[in-house]
């Protein structure tokens, strides 16, 4: 199983980004797919997750600010941020957990990760 995130890039506070994960491989053996994110000099988070039917969860963290979606032709799903915030900058990864359906809050024993991408937020 392979993942490949992209779209980070900079905007200001207030704007909007769309982040993709693109897996690939073995993706029958994928029930869920979580978006983390690690601020400078914080631990890794979990952001939100969509699984296989399409059910979110979404932390408290950037809870109505973000969409989580899916194109099942691609699949590949898409993680949409609004309202972006300064604290919102992280590096920001998509992961998957190998036929299970649990993503640990930091990110610990998920197998699949694909290279994060940053966001940069201004001010």
């Known amino acids: 199983v392979q993942l490949q995130a992209s779209g980070g890039g900079l905007v200001q506070a207030g704007g909007s980004l769309r982040l993709s994960c693109t897996v690939s491989?073995?993706?029958?053996?994928?029930?869920?797919v979580g978006w983390y994110r690690q601020p400078p000099g914080k631990p890794r988070e979990l952001v939100g997750s969509?699984?296989?039917?399409?059910?979110?969860n979404y932390a408290d963290s950037m809870k109505g600010r973000v969409i989580f979606s899916r194109d099942d032709a691609k699949n590949t799903v898409f993680l949409q941020m609004d309202s972006l915030k300064p604290e919102d900058t992280a590096v920001y990864s998509c992961?998957?957990?190998?036929?299970?359906?649990?993503?640990?809050?930091?990110?610990?024993?998920?197998?699949?990760w694909g290279k994060g991408t940053l966001v940069t937020v201004s001010s």
């Open positions: 992961a998957a957990p190998l036929r299970s359906s649990y993503l640990h809050p930091n990110g610990y024993g998920v197998e699949y």
């Open positions: 491989g073995s993706i029958q053996s994928i029930n869920i």
């Open positions: 969509i699984t296989s039917i399409g059910r979110t």
